[in-house]
Every structure is written in C-alpha cells, then in structure tokens.
C-alpha cells in the first residue's frame, strides 16, 4: 500500500494527537518531526521511534523525504509556516483555527492555489461520526430552511496553558472565541451549509484568567505569564439570507458540566447534536427519530481523510471559501466584543 510520508511541526498537546493518530492510520508514515524545544522533541521521537528531528521547521521542509505536514503550532505561526510549507512542495494540515485573521487565511489558500498543493484545516469535529451522521439528514432536506441555530462550546475549568501563548493576544489572536469558539461555529455552518455571515454582535469578559482561576489541563502553564483574551464570549450573528446563529463559548465558567452543542432550526425540522436527534412533524403530532451513528476516533479520521485527499487528488472538505468566511466571522465576533457594536462583514 502506498503511503504518504508525513512531518509533524509542533510536538505540544495537540502535535502528540497528530503523530499518534497518523501511525494508526494503515496510508502514512511519520518520517520526521520539528519543535523548538530540544527535550520536548527528543521525548517525541523517542514515544513515537520517529528518527528525524528537527528543531528548525525550515530544516523539516528542506527534508526532501518528507511529502506533508501538519503544523501544530501558536495560531499566529499558522500563516507563516503554512505557506512556508505549501511553497516547499508539502501538502498541508494545519490545526485550528485558520490563522489570526482573515487576510492570513486567504493568504494561505492563495499560496495553495498556485501551488497545487492540499490544505486542510483541522476541524475535527466534522469528523465525528454523530456530526456526519446528523449531517446527512439536514442534506435530505429534513429541516427545510434552516432559519436559527444556537451552538457553544462552554467549558467549567479549561483554560489551557496559563500565561503561555494559549492566554496572548499577540500569540493566540483570541481566547476561546478562536480557541474553541471555532469548532462550535464551524461545525453549525458545515451542518446549516451557510457560511455567509453579515454581522455579529458580541460580548466578553475575562472573569477567571486574570485572576489565575479556571486552569485546565491542556497545554503547558507558563507561571507568571500574561492572560490579555478573554475567558468567555456570546454573539449574535446575522447571516445574509436572514437566518441567525448565537454562538457561546468560555474556557471557565460557573456551569454544570462541560458543554459542546449545536442545535438547529428549521421550518420543517430540527436537529440537536447533544442527543443525535431530528425533531419533526407527523399526523400533527411532533416526532423525535434517534439517528444511529458508531463512534469513532476523529483524529484518526481527519488524518486519514487528508492523506485520502493527497493520493487520489481529492478536495479536502474544509473549503478556501469555507474557512476564509469562517475567520471573517470569527474576526468580527472579537471586533465586535472589543468594540461593544455591531460589526458588518463587507
């Protein structure tokens, strides 16, 4: 069986899914790996038997074995090493959110067209089987016009990385608005098939971080490191055939437990992700159906769906014109919450 040999840029938290996740996969093979941090690599390579480590990515995209990668780094550095990578003739996975902003991302799928190369951007909710399974009938048409959604993403204690770059503006762009805020909206435009936003109201607060409250157990604490984004974020976004979407997100928050949701409305039927269920009407009576899905590791399907796409010459489903919208709107919703009024998406 052919196999795509692969790099993995960024050994942190969510590097280690990459590299774990590729080695399942029976059509790629992990030849080589990059991190600025000498032990974390050496710790990397030695889990995984993975040879080749660089600690300069430039070094892994002049390694003339290596076909793809994916960055798994700061979302400023999403951009740069991403064209960087597409320019050196590597396929591309690069984790969410897209980039920092919208012109960063249409930078990115610009350098992808003209290099022929795939890009594909890591939501990997899309990937669940319970999302795809939902899926599925809203494209049978079995909502109808979807007119309103609400969806969040609301976590009691989670704020990753205390005062590393997880909590700097600088570095991260937002807090969970694009930490995790991304995957909840992306996931209610995939469903709804609408990506065109025209506005968003928002708010935000920052109510645990500044405080060294509400840490979470993902990335690694920076003590003593700055916490300028915010922990919690709720918007209202309008979009440009009239439906709406409200979008809650937070890192922590005084919340039951954990929450990932994504409900939707429309005029024949509706669709709620919490119990993989479509609501409708029959004989005048409103119907419940339990769609059946098997679980599955979406890690693994991500990856497996970009090196899919890599040997048969696919289209990776996480669109340019998908995730350039997808940052327009996010950017908006931050624009909004720092500008206390509404933001128009020209």
């Not at 937002?174 to 968003?200: C, Q, R």
């Not at 003593?224 to 409200?246: N, S």
């Not at 709620?272 to 599955?296: C, W």
Request: hydrophobic share 40%; proline share 3%.
């Amino acid at each position: 069986m052919e196999k795509v040999r692969v790099g993995v840029i960024g050994c942190g938290s969510i590097g280690v899914y990459h590299i774990a996740s590729y080695q399942k996969a029976s059509n790629a093979e992990v030849v080589a790996l990059c991190d600025i941090e000498e032990t974390t690599l050496k710790a990397a390579q030695a889990k995984f038997n993975v040879s080749k480590g660089y600690l300069d990515y430039e070094d892994l995209l002049s390694d003339s074995s290596v076909e793809a990668v994916s960055v798994c780094l700061p979302n400023r550095l999403h951009s740069i090493v991403t064209v960087d990578a597409l320019k050196a003739g590597k396929h591309v996975l690069c984790e969410k959110p897209p980039a920092i902003d919208a012109s960063e991302t249409r930078r990115m799928f610009d350098t992808r067209d003209k290099t022929g190369k795939k890009l594909l951007i890591g939501l990997t909710m899309r990937f669940r089987n319970d999302c795809r399974a939902l899926k599925s009938h809203i494209d049978a048409d079995e909502l109808g016009e979807v007119y309103y959604a609400k969806c969040g993403y609301l976590r009691r204690s989670g704020i990753p990385g205390m005062g590393s770059w997880f909590t700097t503006k600088s570095e991260a762009g937002a807090g969970p608005i694009y930490d995790i805020g991304v995957h909840a909206l992306d996931l209610t435009m995939w469903l709804m098939n609408n990506f065109e936003a025209k506005s968003a109201f928002a708010s935000s607060y920052a109510k645990f971080g500044p405080f060294g409250k509400g840490v979470g157990d993902w990335g690694k604490p920076a003590p003593g490191g700055p916490f300028d984004v915010e922990d919690l974020a709720a918007a209202m976004i309008r979009m440009r055939d009239g439906a709406t979407i409200f979008l809650e997100v937070s890192w922590a928050s005084f919340v039951g437990e954990e929450q990932f949701y994504s409900i939707l409305l429309g005029d024949k039927g509706g669709a709620d992700l919490a119990n993989v269920s479509i609501i409708s009407e029959e004989h005048k009576h409103f119907v419940e159906k339990k769609v059946s899905y098997s679980k599955n590791d979406p890690y693994l399907s991500e990856v497996e769906h970009f090196v899919d796409c890599i040997l048969h010459d696919r289209e990776p489903i996480t669109t340019g014109e998908q995730m350039i919208a997808l940052q327009e709107t996010l950017d908006a919703v931050l624009e909004s919450a720092e500008k206390k009024k509404e933001v128009h998406i020209t």
